[in-house]
């Protein structure tokens, strides 16, 4: 039994930063990668930004040089970094764990917490 525990998102105004947090609880064979992803209103959810177990990061275009994901492996825990925050990020941000092997591969997400950004 895996759990993803996210902090509280939160409400900012535009231009603003805020840190989200996601930390796995349990066992987990391996981490593969570690994600972001939200969901705005009306709006298919997305990936924002991701990092693999050889440390290659991926953002989405949206998002590039004002966010940034990184890890703690040792306390299989990732963060994002959100700076020069605009309305448009608004959205449920979720985490998401790959893990396991190539045999018996994993899956696991976070419950989801509001990010408002306000104008």
């Known amino acids: 039994q895996v759990q993803l525990v996210e902090s509280e998102g939160g409400l900012v105004q535009a231009g603003g930063s805020l840190r989200l947090s996601c930390a796995a609880h349990?066992?987990?064979?391996?981490?593969?990668?570690m994600g972001w992803y939200r969901q705005a209103p009306g709006k298919q959810r997305e990936l924002v930004a991701s990092?693999?177990?050889?440390?290659?990061?991926n953002y989405a275009d949206s998002v590039k040089g004002r966010f940034t994901i990184s890890r703690d492996r040792a306390k299989n825990t990732v963060y994002l970094q959100m700076n020069s925050l605009k309305p448009e990020d608004t959205a449920v941000y979720y985490c998401?764990?790959?893990?396991?092997?190539?045999?018996?591969?994993?899956?696991?997400w976070g419950q989801g917490t509001q990010v408002t950004v306000s104008s």
């Open positions: 998401n764990v790959k893990g396991g092997t190539y045999y018996v591969p994993e899956d696991y």
């Open positions: 349990g066992s987990i064979l391996s981490i593969n990668a």
């Open positions: 990092i693999t177990g050889g440390g290659s990061i």
